[in-house]
């Protein structure tokens, strides 16, 4: 199984941001296979909807690094790992600069780069960003459709785009992603409508899952990707080319043997070959998150 950590972004981690290169750069060394930005704009103090079906807000995400700068420096210190967004919320940003922002970070990383896009659970966060919570699956769905006229623009002929929510006049676009003809799209979200648009629309579904607990891999993971592997194939796209990065997220008091032993049966029975797990507590410092990282590839490749 590829193993992937997230970049040293919230918490007490975000004050570090000056060892943000080194943590890339020894992550890499020590054999990772991937670093993952998420995306959060508030804290709320009186939060409509606290995180993972909560009423709170984890006191991590008082203190957050932008995921741009920190998948563009990551970009420029590594040369192997894949850098991907686990996930930027798609509907907070005109899609013209999400192109502008996602093209610079794929060449940046010669081609390295995959997306994740997701839609966000904050009310108070679209608030702030000044989007209406409820647009937000049709204004991801349109932010792919500027993506793709984007990526796919042929030289010499002006991309334009009139749609509900944005319109982009006709602009020359000379500059594309290093990896033709566009970076792998990957959305996250377990709703119906979600994982039909997975099958549709994306190259690959971000599931999550929380450690420990008593999740079912092949129930909660295997036959959810199944059904959006059939639901491609009458689509008439190629099931087989429909990846899954599962998200793991250890919960207060987790150990590195209750991560392990669930990316093993994730592996053994819902077939998922490439995982991020989330850095967080207990590492305070960098120093003690690529100790983890060091321990658990070691766990991981002995499993």
């Not at 989007?131 to 006229?149: H, K, N, Q, S, Y």
């Not at 996250?188 to 599931?207: C, F, I, K």
């Not at 592997?229 to 990846?243: I, K």
């Amino acid at each position: 199984m590829r193993v992937g950590f997230t970049l040293p972004q919230f918490g007490t981690l975000a004050h570090q941001a000056g060892q943000v290169t080194r943590f890339a750069r020894e992550a890499e060394r020590l054999g990772a296979d991937s670093l993952w930005v998420g995306d959060r704009l508030l804290a709320p103090a009186e939060p409509t909807v606290g995180y993972a079906g909560g009423a709170t807000i984890p006191r991590s995400f008082h203190s957050v690094l932008d995921p741009f700068a920190l998948l563009a420096a990551a970009a420029a210190v590594t040369g192997r790992v894949e850098l991907g967004s686990g996930v930027l919320n798609a509907p907070w940003y005109p899609p013209v600069a999400l192109a502008r922002s996602l093209t610079s970070i794929d060449q940046l990383s010669d081609g390295r780069l995959l997306v994740g896009f997701g839609t966000g659970w904050s009310p108070e966060e679209y608030r702030a960003a000044g989007v209406p919570m409820r647009e937000r699956g049709a204004r991801l769905e349109e932010c792919l459709e500027v993506l793709d006229a984007f990526w796919s623009a042929e030289p010499g002929v002006p991309v334009r785009h009139r749609g509900r929510f944005w319109d982009v006049p006709p602009t020359h676009v000379a500059l594309w992603p290093a990896r033709r003809p566009r970076p792998p799209v990957y959305l996250a979200g377990s709703a119906p409508a979600a994982t039909r648009r997975v099958a549709l629309r994306a190259d690959g579904w971000l599931p999550v899952v929380t450690v420990p607990g008593d999740v079912d891999p092949a129930a909660a993971i295997g036959e959810p990707l199944r059904r959006i592997r059939a639901e491609a194939e009458r689509a008439g796209r190629d099931p087989a080319s429909l990846g899954a990065v599962l998200r793991v997220v250890p919960l207060p008091g987790a150990t590195l043997r209750d991560v392990v032993d669930f990316l093993a049966r994730a592996r053994d029975e819902a077939g998922i070959d490439h995982a991020c797990v989330e850095l967080g507590s207990p590492a305070e410092n960098v120093d003690q998150a690529l100790d983890l990282c060091q321990r658990l590839l070691e766990m991981t490749r002995a499993s």
